[in-house]
T-cell receptor, first 113, second 116 residues
Framework: EPEVTQTPSHQVTQMGQEVILRCVPISNHLYFYWYRQILGQKVEFLVSFYNNEISEKSEIFDDQFSVERPDGSNFTLKIRSTKLEDSAMYFC???????????FGPGTRLLVL | AQTVTQSQPEMSVQEAETVTLSCTYDTSENNYYLFWYKQPPSRQMILVIRQEAYKQQNATENRFSVNFQKAAKSFSLKISDSQLGDTAMYFCAFMKPIQGAQKLVFGQGTRLTINP
């Protein structure tokens, strides 16, 4: 079965640096989502993206965050100037056969020092 | 706003036993979707089971089944014949009816340990 893929699996960066997290959703689906999970906490919604536009974003998704679709298949989440509190697991998710069921990528573990 | 509550931070059972994880939610919607996701130590999020609110029949997937009580806004997960590989965090999640892209709202999770 096709899977959602994410790169890198781990990223260590210095506070204030920019990071770009990448995701390839399932089968060029038009919908995809980014979620964040701080260690030991629940998974939180960041942003949804549909047909090259942001569909919804949470209060976490401030001006430091942006999402793009630089080519036909990849989606990126950019954090412009990372903060210590951005350290978390970042998941992208994509529907497969039906829109209401989201399948998650393996995640990118971001550590900001 | 929708909220999801998992009141059991941790649970532990012996292998082969049956265990039930609790989840309650709050919504004013009549139609919606509910999910259980499993997160093993690898931290991958794995879909376990889903339930459509308009369906009265409880969903089942092999050893996993749910008890969906719409009036009580309760959605518990039952794991039968538990296995060591079931050890993981389990998250309950809610989704509003689909009108374009819809986010998942997660509970705090229950850490389940299956002991040999």
């Amino acid at each position: 079965e096709p899977e959602v893929t994410q790169t890198p699996s781990h990223q260590v960066t210095q506070m204030g640096q920019e990071v770009i997290l990448r995701c390839v959703p399932i089968s060029n689906h038009l919908y995809f989502y980014w979620y964040r999970q701080i260690l030991g906490q629940k998974v939180e919604f960041l942003v949804s993206f549909y047909n090259n536009e942001i569909s919804e974003k949470s209060e976490i998704f401030d001006d430091q965050f942006s999402v793009e679709r630089p080519d036909g298949s990849n989606f990126t989440l950019k954090i412009r100037s990372t903060k210590l509190e951005d350290s978390a697991m970042y998941f992208c998710a994509s529907p497969r056969l039906s829109l209401e069921t989201q399948y998650f990528g393996p995640g990118t573990r971001l550590l900001v020092l | 706003a929708q909220t999801v509550t998992q009141s059991q931070p941790e649970m532990s059972v012996q292998e082969a036993e049956t265990v039930t994880l609790s989840c309650t939610y709050d919504t004013s919607e009549n139609n919606y979707y509910l999910f259980w996701y499993k997160q093993p130590p690898s931290r991958q999020m794995i879909l376990v089971i889903r339930q459509e609110a308009y369906k009265q029949q409880n969903a089942t997937e092999n050893r996993f089944s749910v008890n969906f009580q719409k009036a009580a806004k309760s959605f518990s997960l039952k794991i039968s014949d538990s296995q060591l590989g079931d050890t993981a965090m389990y998250f309950c999640a809610f989704m509003k009816p689909i009108q374009g892209a819809q986010k998942l709202v997660f509970g705090q999770g229950t850490r389940l340990t299956i002991n040999p």
